[in-house]
């Protein structure tokens, strides 16, 4: 897992995981204002507001997203 700072170039969607730095948090991200520089998010079931600086976008680069996969199929695949 890598993290990256949030740019004013960067995409933030609502329904995105992000870490927020000062709690050390993994937490969802619920909306943007950018022109407020502001990030809302849910963290521990409370709705969060702080600023952008303060959150880093979450990477998953291939090779962990490939481990992370279950590579056998389930047992209603098998047939009859």
């Not at 600023?51 to 481990?67: A, S, T």
Request: hydrophobic content about 30%.
């Amino acid at each position: 897992m890598k993290f990256q700072a949030i740019k004013k170039t960067s995409c933030v969607s609502p329904g995105e995981y992000l870490l927020h730095t000062p709690s050390q948090q993994i937490v969802l991200c619920g909306g943007v204002k950018r022109e407020e520089g502001m990030i809302r998010v849910l963290a521990n079931g409370r709705m969060l507001e702080d600023k952008i600086e303060n959150f880093q976008k979450i990477f998953l680069p291939r090779g962990d997203l490939r481990k992370r996969k279950v590579r056998r199929p389930c047992s209603g695949c098998k047939g009859s």
